[in-house]
């Protein structure tokens, strides 16, 4: 399986940005879609979204859809998690995960976020004072 590392957690103000960073230990990128997903204590893990393996889909959840913006580096094997205008309620620990799916796009029918990842990085906290 892929290892993921992520990075770039830390504590910021209401309206302000960070960037995270999920960096894998994979020789390809090549049909490994790769997503994100933040815990806080006590509550299941939510889904936020997901990047195709060659970049050209992408889908997020209602909640961070205009202020979270996915990316990837294939060269260097990162994907990149930017985020915008940021609340209180999107503090957690933030998670980037993987797997080899070829053929499942993120958007498009059959992409299932609970059956698409299979390798997760230990996360990064995001704090957010008001």
């Known amino acids: 399986q892929v290892q993921l590392t992520e990075s770039g957690g830390g504590t910021v103000q209401a309206g302000g940005s960070l960037k995270l960073s999920c960096t894998a230990n994979a020789r390809t990128f090549v049909g490994y879609n790769m997503g994100w997903f933040r815990q806080v204590p006590g509550k299941a893990r939510q889904y936020i979204g997901a990047i195709s393996w060659n970049g050209d889909d992408t889908e997020y959840v209602d909640s961070v859809k205009g202020r979270f913006t996915m990316s990837r580096d294939s060269a260097k094997y990162i994907l990149y998690l930017q985020m915008n205008n940021l609340k209180p309620e999107d503090a957690a620990v933030y998670f980037c995960?993987?797997?080899?799916?070829?053929?499942?796009?993120?958007?498009?029918?059959?992409?299932?976020?609970?059956?698409?990842?299979?390798?997760w990085g230990q996360g990064t906290q995001v704090t957010v004072s008001s």
């Open positions: 995960a993987t797997k080899y799916s070829p053929g499942y796009y993120p958007g498009r029918p059959c992409f299932s976020p609970d059956r698409q990842f299979d390798s």
